[in-house]
Nanobody
């Protein structure tokens, strides 16, 4: 059974930083692409960033230059470093282990950007 547990969310002021973590268990972590999604109230869930098994990354235009996705295969963990946070980054952030057209989701962690 694959489990993904996110942590690191919280309340931060505009311009601040947070680092999200997603710890995986129950699978061979290193061979699967991983991704971070987010869902703001009243909006659809959207892809924020993704990383392949060999470390190739891609980002949503809205976060390019501010967010960085990385992975530590020895720790079965994927990270999302978020800098220069804006109020529009407020959302529940989910990690996903990608398995073709489907995959496994974590339970989400709330990020609130507010003064």
């Amino acid at each position: 059974q694959v489990q993904l547990v996110e942590s690191g969310g919280g309340l931060v002021q505009p311009g601040g930083s947070l680092r999200l973590s997603c710890a995986a268990s129950g699978s061979i972590f290193s061979i699967y692409p991983m991704a971070w999604y987010r869902q703001a109230p009243g909006k659809q869930r959207e892809l924020v960033a993704a990383i392949t098994s060999i470390g190739t990354t891609n980002y949503a235009d809205s976060v390019k230059g501010r967010f960085t996705i990385s992975r530590d295969n020895a720790k079965n963990t994927v990270y999302l470093q978020m800098n220069s946070l804006k109020s529009e980054d407020t959302a529940v952030y989910y990690c996903k282990q990608i398995r073709g057209a489907s995959g496994y989701w974590g339970q989400g962690t709330q990020v609130t950007v507010s003064s």
